[in-house]
C-alpha cells in the first residue's frame, strides 16, 4: 500500500508539471517552443547529468566488441543497400514532384510558378538505425493546393502505373489512424504518409520542428508529422549522436531476441526503444556505448512504473489566430483559442492517460504516450528480460574490467576482444 501511494504521489506530481505547461506556464524553467538541446544550459534533458567521466579503456574495449558483434550479427546496412535504398526515395521523390505540380496546373496555376513538395524520412532510417531488411518510412510534405483526398486517389493511380511499383504492389489505407499508403518499390516495403500544411508554398528551408506548421492541421495531419517532429528532435536531444546510434541498434537487437520486439503486440518499437535510449544518452553524455547499454538495463530494471520517461519538457501547445480578418500576421501566437486543437499526452486531465502503464513519452508537440498499448503481462515480461540484462552486461564489465584494467595477462589485444565478443553473441542470442 505504502508503493502504490508514493507511486500515486510521483505520477501525481509529473502529472501537475504536465498540466502547468498545457496551461501556458513555463514548467522546469524551460523555454515553451524551444526544444532542450537549444536552451542555455549545460546538460540535455529535464535533469543533470548522473555521470560526465568519459570512457575507460575496459569500457572503449567492450565497445569495440560490441560493434563487431553487431557486424556479425547483421544490423549493419552495406553501402549497396544504402544505394537502394535511397534510390527508392529519389524515385518516390520525382513521382511526388510531378504529382504536386499536376495537382497545382487543375487549379489554374501555371507550370512555371508551380510549389514543390518535400519527402521526409522518419523512423529508423531518419535515426540511422536500421538493419537490412527494414522498410522506408516517409511523410510526403505538401503544400494546401495537395488535398488528402487527391493523395488516395491520383497520386495512388500515378504509383500504380510506375513500372518500377506497378499495379498491386500500392495498398492506400484510408481509415487508419494515420492515414498511410503501404507500397514496394523493387524489393523495399515503403509506409507513405501526408500532411497537406495551410501554406500556399512550403518554407524553405522547412524546419519540420517549428510549431506554427501545425496551424489548422487536423489530427491525422498532426499524427502524419509528428513521427518526422520526434525522429529530428530526437536527434536534438543526445550528447553524442554515434554513441546513440550504437547504443539503440544493441538495444532493438536485444529486444528482437527476447521477443520483445512489437509494439503491435504492446511490447517494445523502435519510437520507445529510441526514447529510452535517449533518456541514458542524456544521464551519461561522455560515456561509450557499453557503458550507456548497461546503464539502460539499471536504470530501467529499477524504474517505478508508471512514472513517465520524459525525455525534454512538455512543451505549451502553440495557439494561433483563425480570424482571417484579424490584423495580426497569421504566424503570430495568441492566447486562446486553439487548445483543443492539440491534444497531447496529460494525465492530470485526461482519463485514459492516467491509465497507462508504462508511459514512453514523445518529445515534440503535440507530446504523445509511444507505449500506450502495453498491458500487464508485457510489462511483466520486460521486466523479466531487464533483470536478466542487469545479470549478463555486468558479467561483460566484469570480464572486460579484469582483461583491461586489473589482469597481468599475457593475451594480446585481439584475443582479449574475442573473450568479450563471446559473451557479447551468449548476451544476444540467448533465449529464455
Not at 504492389?169 to 484510408?174: H, L, N, T
Not at 523495399?188 to 497537406?196: A, G, P
Amino acid at each position: 500500500k505504502k508503493k502504490s501511494k508514493r507511486n500515486f504521489c510521483r505520477v501525481e506530481l509529473m502529472a501537475q508539471q504536465v498540466a502547468t505547461a498545457a496551461s501556458g506556464e513555463v514548467a522546469f524553467g524551460y523555454h515553451p517552443t524551444v526544444p532542450a538541446a537549444y536552451n542555455e544550459r549545460r546538460y540535455f534533458g529535464i535533469t543533470p547529468p548522473i555521470d560526465e567521466r568519459g570512457p575507460t579503456r575496459a569500457e572503449m574495449a567492450s565497445s569495440q566488441a560490441l560493434i563487431e558483434t553487431l557486424n556479425s550479427l547483421g544490423v549493419f546496412e552495406s553501402d549497396e543497400g544504402r544505394a537502394v535504398r535511397q534510390s527508392v526515395i529519389d524515385k518516390l521523390n520525382s513521382v511526388a514532384q510531378e504529382w504536386c505540380v499536376e495537382e497545382w496546373i487543375k487549379t489554374g496555376g501555371s507550370m512555371a510558378d508551380a510549389p514543390y513538395c518535400e519527402l521526409r524520412t522518419f523512423g529508423s532510417v531518419r535515426l540511422e538505425v536500421h538493419t537490412p531488411d527494414a522498410d522506408i518510412d516517409v511523410v510526403l510534405i505538401a503544400p494546401r493546393h495537395c488535398t488528402r483526398l487527391a493523395f488516395f486517389a491520383s497520386l495512388v493511380g500515378k504509383l500504380s502505373a510506375d513500372p518500377s511499383i506497378r499495379s498491386g504492389r500500392v495498398m492506400p489505407v484510408r481509415d487508419a489512424y494515420t492515414p498511410v499508403i503501404k507500397l514496394r518499390c523493387g524489393e523495399t516495403d515503403v509506409d507513405l504518409l501526408f500532411v497537406s500544411l495551410d501554406e500556399l508554398r512550403l518554407p524553405s528551408p522547412l524546419n519540420v520542428l517549428d510549431d506554427r506548421l501545425l496551424r489548422n492541421l487536423d489530427q491525422g495531419a498532426i499524427r502524419s508529422l509528428n513521427g518526422v517532429r520526434v525522429a529530428e528532435m530526437l536527434l536534438t536531444l543526445v550528447p553524442d549522436v554515434q554513441i546513440f546510434r550504437l547504443a539503440l541498434r544493441a538495444v532493438k537487437r536485444w529486444a528482437r531476441a527476447k521477443g520483445l520486439y512489437s509494439n503491435v503486440l504492446g511490447l517494445l518499437g523502435g519510437v520507445n526503444c529510441a526514447i529510452l535510449v535517449t533518456f541514458v544518452c542524456q544521464r551519461y553524455p561522455n560515456a561509450a556505448a557499453s557503458v550507456i547499454l548497461a546503464r539502460f538495463f539499471r536504470i530501467f530494471d529499477s524504474w517505478e512504473w508508471p512514472n513517465p520517461v520524459l525525455i525534454a519538457p512538455p512543451a505549451v501547445p502553440p495557439v494561433f489566430d483563425t480570424n482571417k480578418n484579424s490584423t495580426k500576421d497569421d504566424d503570430t501566437p495568441l492566447d486562446g483559442g486553439m487548445h483543443n486543437r492539440y491534444v497531447a499526452w496529460n494525465p492530470r486531465i485526461n482519463p485514459r492517460d492516467r491509465a497507462h502503464l508504462a508511459p514512453i513519452v514523445t518529445p515534440a508537440h503535440p507530446t504523445m504516450n509511444s507505449s500506450y498499448n502495453i498491458g500487464e503481462p508485457q510489462l511483466r515480461a520486460i521486466r523479466d528480460e531487464l533483470k536478466l540484462g542487469v545479470e549478463n552486461t555486468r558479467r561483460i564489465d566484469r570480464l572486460a574490467n579484469d582483461l583491461f584494467m586489473t589482469s597481468q595477462s599475457i593475451d594480446n589485444e585481439e584475443s582479449k576482444i574475442n573473450r568479450l565478443k563471446d559473451l557479447w553473441r551468449e548476451f544476444f542470442w540467448s533465449f529464455r
